[in-house]
């Protein structure tokens, strides 16, 4: 079946340094969602992508989804405490179901 | 703020009880779906639903069935619990062509089979 796989599935970095993670789905995909869950929180959608090679800019996080439309990333320029949490992307299919294949998620850790 | 709640929020129950977790949602959305996720595991779909009287199963395997009579309402229900079920349960939904098929999501039910 289909699946889309995220690395890191950890980071830790310091306060003010920046951060990546990566999706990869393994087929092509109509759009890709962004999640943030917070500790003990559910997700909350961050941003969408549909067209080919988008980039997508909130303060400061950049989202991009590739041209093939089977990856995707966000970058975090300057983390601060607040960003803490897991990173979850969403493949939508192709297939018109609508149904939505969350990815394995990076859980990122701020240290102060 | 979505509107789309779920009760219980946190319940433990003995092995062999049947359980339904109920999830409603007052934004009029057509898709609603219930997750599975451990804590600071991903999230896995065990159902879907497209409208009233559609459902599907998802892709990890579930004993839970769903019900979608109601637009509103997507209850999930386990005929007979077990430690295995142990998880966190999150309901979402979402509207077709509106908002981009943003998915909000409920703020899960925690499930502890004793």
């Known amino acids: 079946g289909q699946q889309v796989m995220q690395i890191p599935q950890y980071q830790h970095v310091q306060e003010g340094e920046d951060f990546t993670t990566y999706c990869n789905s393994s087929t092509t995909l109509s759009n890709i969602q962004w999640y943030k869950q917070r500790p003990g929180g559910h997700p909350v959608f961050l941003i969408q992508?549909?067209?080919?090679?988008e980039v997508k800019k909130q303060k400061r996080l950049t989202f991009q989804f590739g041209e093939a439309k089977k990856n995707s990333s966000l970058h975090i320029t300057a983390t601060q405490t607040t960003d803490v949490g897991t990173y979850f992307c969403?493949?939508?299919?192709?297939?018109?179901?609508?149904?939505?294949?969350f990815g394995t998620g990076t859980r990122l850790k701020v240290l102060a | 703020e979505a509107d789309i709640y779920q009760t219980p929020r946190y319940l433990v129950i003995g092995t062999g009880k049947k359980i339904t977790l109920e999830c409603s949602q007052t934004?009029?959305?057509?898709?609603m779906y219930w997750y599975q996720q451990d804590p600071g595991m991903e999230l896995h779909l065990i159902h879907y639903s497209y409208g009233v009287n559609s459902t599907e199963k998802g892709d990890l395997s579930s004993e839970s069935t769903v019900s979608r009579i109601r637009t509103e309402h997507f209850p999930l229900t386990l005929e007979s619990a077990r430690p295995s079920h142990t998880s966190q349960y999150l309901c979402?939904?979402?509207?077709?062509?509106?908002?981009?098929?943003?998915?909000?999501f409920g703020e899960g039910s925690w499930l502890t089979v004793v």
């Open positions: 992508l549909v067209k080919s090679g």
């Open positions: 969403a493949g939508g299919t192709t297939s018109g179901t609508y149904k939505y294949i």
């Open positions: 934004m009029g959305h057509d898709k």
């Open positions: 979402a939904s979402t509207q077709t062509g509106s908002s981009g098929n943003t998915i909000y």
